[in-house]
């Protein structure tokens, strides 16, 4: 029974780690770009809600919104005026100025923030479940993770595949030669790609700070974990990530099972089996 | 046409004549560090211990991303592991001190070929970013290790210590010449491996891979073999490194912050796909930390904005802008049609 309870568990940790790896997974399939900061980002949606929420006193409603707004905002102007200045043929300057953008992130929410680590608390949330037999209950916030990474998922999807921005998405990343050619603005597209990734990465970030505690460091634990789920899932492939994010989940509750030191240990070893056995991941739809 | 010619030859001369000035300034400076415990305190050895450990990191992480375009942000895991194997080695198994650090390079580099195997099937930025998985992957084993401390570490015995020379100070001059030996043999050896046919075949990697593959390169054994041999001499860095502390443990071995971000700062500043351009960035990177030693993170936050602004502003570094303005080389490992 402890089995199966592990294994739902980590069903329902992997939609956050499906949260985390969707922003990532949506900029590589455009850009085949991948963000260093992509964890620090998340964590510092984590903060700003901290920040309206408990410090502000705002209503968590209006803090989502403002988290989400920001957070857009910020991905816009990022990829626009910094990151499309860097892309190109030569993968050093975007990894390079991403990660140098990690090490400022980190460092200004040590000074702003301090070391502590923090939670946002939420009340009834955090203790309320739904019980299944003995040993099996599903809390009701990692569900509405679950939920909400399905239904940020689903969205990106539609948007990808029903409307003609995503129609130009597609096009930009089958060929970003071409899209300029027919109209079509790059700069433009790449920003609102990065757009979308960050509404994602806030909605990830806003979940990372009830689910647990978090300090200003917790960012590239965050980027590896969403790394992992888009390398699982296989590239390019949205469900995919989704899929790859359950099964690191999984794999870190059922070593958390066995041991409390072996979780994270077991979702690397489950990540770095995948990539020995099929290194293209599970379900990839393009090349890396 | 006879102008031109004459001008390119002028420019030439006189840019031999810097690169003389400039060779016999490395000189002097190398030889006069060759004898800083006559000269300097106790407090300046472990500074220039310190920034050639750094200089041997830099010149392997260049060797790696500034030559085979394998970034990575994994490097710690080696610095870790010689440290991690040399602790083993010179607790558990009896090997003297001072052989037990070449003794976890070789491991080192022994354990990179199964490491690389798996790293290298991921490329690009995802190659960057598995070589960080793998890094953690080591660093939860050694917080595991409960034989060498587990979570919180372990010291090096003093009897260990001491064992390399009886007084303090002959413990720090053997340190010192350890270390000095390390930054040279870094150097040195980068560019004569740079010289030989491998190097050849790794400038041309450098400059276009579609192209060097075409002309007969096997890239991937080029890049295989400089990733197995950077780990080892990271490796080796790593075990002096921890010797110099006398203590590990897995959160300082394999810090992501200390052993890779400072030394891709240190490379990107000074000038990637150069030998002197991490030179010039671990003399950058020592003196703004000297100046900016209590700014705390503040520093941090400043040396990341400087490699962003590198990368915007000219991603060649500050040697790469020199040296392509005024055609210079210390260490010349170019080719020319004359």
């Known amino acids: ?288 | 046409m006879a102008t031109i010619s004459h001008t390119a030859a002028r420019g030439q001369k006189a840019s031999a004549l810097t690169q003389k000035l400039m060779l016999a300034l490395v000189l002097i400076v190398t030889v006069a560090l060759a004898f800083a415990p006559m000269w300097a305190g106790r407090a300046d050895l472990r500074l220039l211990m310190e920034a050639f450990s750094f200089l041997a990191l830099a010149q392997m992480w260049n060797m790696l991303a500034g030559y085979t375009g394998l970034v990575s942000v994994g490097q710690q895991a080696f610095v870790g592991l010689g440290g991690y194997l040399f602790f083993a080695l010179a607790i558990f198994s009896g090997i003297p001190v001072l052989l037990a650090i070449p003794a976890a390079a070789i491991a080192t580099a022994l354990i990179a070929i199964p490491t690389g195997w798996v790293a290298f099937r991921l490329q690009g930025a995802y190659f960057a970013i598995g070589t960080w998985v793998i890094a953690e992957v080591f660093r939860l084993i050694a917080a595991q290790a409960s034989a060498l401390g587990g979570g919180s570490g372990i010291s090096l015995p003093v009897e260990l210590a001491k064992s390399i020379a009886a007084t303090r100070d002959g413990r720090d001059q053997v340190m010192y010449y350890i270390a000095f030996a390390i930054a040279v043999l870094s150097v040195v050896g980068v560019w004569g491996l740079l010289r030989s046919r491998w190097g050849l075949a790794l400038t041309a990697i450098r400059d276009s891979e579609n192209a060097a593959e075409s002309v007969g390169v096997n890239t991937r054994r080029a890049k295989f073999l400089i990733y197995v041999l950077t780990a080892g001499f990271t490796g080796l860095t790593g075990s002096f490194i921890f010797l110099q502390k006398l203590r590990i443990t897995p959160e300082a071995a394999f810090s992501v912050n200390e052993w890779t971000a400072f030394v891709i700062f240190i490379v990107v500043i000074g000038g990637i796909g150069t030998i002197e351009g991490p030179i010039l960035g671990v003399i950058i990177f020592f003196a703004l930390r000297q100046i900016a030693a209590d700014w705390g993170t503040w520093y941090l936050i400043m040396m990341g904005s400087i490699a962003i602004g590198v990368m915007l502003i000219d991603k060649r570094g500050i040697w790469g802008a020199l040296k392509s303005r005024y055609n210079l080389a210390i260490f010349p490992v170019g080719h020319r049609l004359d």
Do not use: C
């Open chain 1, 1 to 288: 029974m402890v089995w199966i309870n592990a294994l739902v568990q980590g069903v329902l940790l992997g939609g956050l780690y499906a949260l985390f790896a969707a922003g990532l997974s949506l900029m590589f399939g455009v850009m085949r770009f991948v963000n260093i900061a992509h964890g620090d980002f998340i964590v510092v949606a984590a903060y700003l809600m901290l920040t309206f929420v408990v410090t502000w006193g705002l209503n968590p409603i209006i803090g989502v919104a403002l988290v989400v707004i920001l957070l857009g905002i910020a991905g816009y102007a990022n990829q626009r005026f910094v990151l499309n200045r860097v892309l190109g043929k030569d993968i050093l300057p975007p990894i390079l100025v991403t990660f140098g953008m990690s090490i400022i992130i980190q460092n200004a929410l040590l000074e702003v923030f301090s070391a502590d680590s923090q939670k946002l608390q939420t009340g009834w949330l955090d203790t309320s479940s739904i019980s299944f037999g003995h040993n099996v209950a599903i809390g009701v916030l990692p569900l509405m993770m679950f939920i909400a990474a399905v239904a940020a998922i689903g969205l990106l999807q539609l948007v990808f595949y029903r409307t003609s921005l995503g129609r130009l998405l597609r096009a930009t990343s089958d060929d970003p030669e071409i899209v300029p050619l027919m109209g079509g603005n790059n700069a433009h597209i790449f920003a609102i790609a990065t757009m979308l990734a960050s509404l994602v990465v806030a909605v990830a970030g806003i979940f990372l700070a009830m689910k647990t505690n978090f300090d200003p460091t917790a960012g590239p634990a965050r980027l590896l974990f969403a790394f992992e789920a888009v390398i699982i899932g296989g590239l390019g492939n949205i469900w995919g990530t989704l899929l790859g994010g359950i099964i690191l989940g999984v794999a870190q509750t059922i070593g958390a099972q066995i041991d409390a030191g072996y979780q994270i240990l077991a979702g690397h070893l489950a990540f770095l089996i995948v990539l020995i056995v099929r290194p293209t991941g599970l379900f990839p739809k393009m090349k890396g």
